[in-house]
């Protein structure tokens, strides 16, 4: 597998973020039905449909231009987690209609403050996604291409049992190399990758054709 290694590869770089962060442009919006939460999981007042929830986000992420580099539209996220409404009914909807989850893997930084109470609501466990030299066990790494250089990512080597069905969560998916390069080390892991669901997904970046067998759910396009 290109780019596969077992050991992390020395210190932290500046964070894959910066790097793969992209302008955004508009293309039309996809979202997930808040009825097939499971019952158990959702509170009352969280449960929404996909179009609701789509707003919700839409109004609630700040574009930040010119950041972290001249020329990238940066999607904050910020004001959406800090609404206690608009967090949970996000998480209820990034938990909805995948059946049965083992395991919740979420992608640094972001993901992981949406995929721990994803996790949760699920009575899933929670597996956290690294940037490289972060874990401190034994890993499995999977670098991938961003437009200028190369990033790694990890997970403990013995995160996913073969047969699991995990979730893969992010906060926003643009050229799909880091949900890629995490569905690889699900399935280097034995377990099967169920979804990837996003918040917010920069359609123009087509980061789907880097995912074409896997199921990838947004609950807003941009
Ligand atoms: P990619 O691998 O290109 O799909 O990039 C996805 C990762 O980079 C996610 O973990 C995002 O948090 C981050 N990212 C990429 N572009 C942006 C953006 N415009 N705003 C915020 N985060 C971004």
Do not use: W
Not at 78 to 104: Q, W, Y
């Amino acid at each position: 597998m290109p780019g596969a290694s077992e050991t992390p590869a020395g210190p932290d770089p500046a964070s894959a973020d910066p790097a793969s962060a992209v302008p955004a442009s508009a293309v039309p919006a996809s979202a997930v039905p808040a009825s097939t939460i499971p019952a158990s999981t959702i509170p009352a007042s969280t449960a929404r449909t996909g179009i609701e929830v789509a707003d919700l986000i839409r109004a609630r992420i700040r574009d930040v231009p010119d950041y972290p580099q001249p020329g990238v539209v940066f999607k904050d996220i910020t004001p959406l987690l800090a609404d206690g409404a608009a967090f949970a009914a996000v998480v209820s909807a990034l938990a909805a209609g995948h059946g049965r989850i083992d395991k919740v893997a979420g992608i640094e930084a972001r993901g992981f403050i949406l995929a721990a109470p994803v996790a949760y609501a699920l009575g899933a466990g929670f597996v956290p996604v690294r940037k490289e030299g972060k874990l401190p066990g034994p890993t499995y790494a999977q670098s991938y291409q961003l437009e200028y250089g190369m990033a790694t990512v990890e997970v403990h080597s013995d995160a996913f049992t073969p047969g699991e069905r995990v979730l893969i969560i992010d906060d926003v998916l643009a050229t799909g190399g880091t949900a890629a390069a995490t569905a690889q080390l699900v399935q280097r892991g034995g377990a099967q990758v169920v979804a990837i669901s996003v918040l917010l997904e920069l359609g123009f970046l087509d980061g789907r054709a880097k995912l074409p067998d896997l199921e990838v759910r947004s609950l807003l396009g941009t």
